[in-house]
């Protein structure tokens, strides 16, 4: 059973451009966390998605980010218009029951870096 | 908001020295979980404490959870270098639309040397 997949890995991006990360979450699991990390920092949560419903994006910066979570396919956050602040590791985290104290799995996150 | 301030931000030790890392905030949580992270990986759960006064032992890695739920130690017996790496606390919300989420402490830096 793989585990949670993100990728690219690595994206490099210039100001202005846009930033597409995409997460596949653990089979069997429909709960997708996005969580963003500054260096030497602990990660801050951006937005909660089910399949096809975004639950919570309390943390999400209402310009500029979205989030989804299609039937079929992989959770996508795109990051608009890209400045030099939002460099930082992004990482999904998925869990298959609702139940707030069910282990969450991380994947390895995806390296912004806006030149 | 609920915050989580972890402290220190930073431990060098020696191999075989015990240390503390302590995980405070003025808001009640369902629940605390510990992670470990590795450079350019993303966290690995350690342990979930659930119950106020809960003590869980993991080999030589000892969690507390604070009788109100609000504060929590990690605290590791005779640390080996291979125990060097970035420790998260992070609470789980229990109410309203937070639906199990996340909030990290700032994290440790633990390193320890041979």
């Known amino acids: 059973n793989a585990g949670v997949m993100q990728n690219p890995r690595h994206l490099v991006r210039r100001r202005g451009q846009e930033a597409r990360l995409r997460c596949s979450p653990m089979?069997?699991?429909?709960?997708v966390y996005w969580y963003r990390q500054l260096p030497e920092e602990g990660l801050k949560f951006m937005v909660y998605l089910q399949k096809e419903n975004i639950i919570d994006e309390s943390g999400m910066p209402k310009e500029r980010f979205s989030a989804e979570f299609p039937k079929e396919g992989p959770s996508i956050l795109r990051i608009q218009q890209v400045v030099r602040g939002d460099s930082a590791a992004y990482f999904c985290?998925?869990?298959?029951?609702?139940?707030?104290?069910?282990?969450?799995?991380f994947g390895s996150g995806t390296q912004l870096s806006v030149l | 908001t609920q915050l989580l301030e972890q402290s220190p931000q930073f431990l060098s030790i020696q191999e075989g020295e015990n240390l503390t890392v302590y995980c405070n905030s003025s808001?009640?949580?369902?629940?605390l979980q510990w992670y470990r992270q590795e450079p350019g990986e993303g966290p690995v759960l350690l342990v979930t404490?659930?119950?106020?006064?809960e003590v869980k032992k993991l080999k030589r890695l000892t969690f507390q959870f604070g009788d109100a739920r609000k504060d929590s130690s990690l605290h590791i017996t005779a640390a080996q270098t291979g125990d060097t790496g970035l420790y998260l606390c992070?609470?789980?919300?229990?109410?309203?639309?937070?639906?199990?989420?996340?909030?990290f402490g700032q994290g440790t830096i633990l390193t320890v040397h041979p």
């Open positions: 089979k069997g699991h429909s709960h």
């Open positions: 404490v659930v119950t106020g006064g």
């Open positions: 992070a609470g789980v919300d229990a109410g309203g639309t937070s639906y199990g989420k996340l909030t």
């Open positions: 808001s009640v949580f369902s629940s």
């Open positions: 985290a998925s869990k298959p029951n609702l139940g707030t104290n069910e282990k969450l799995f």
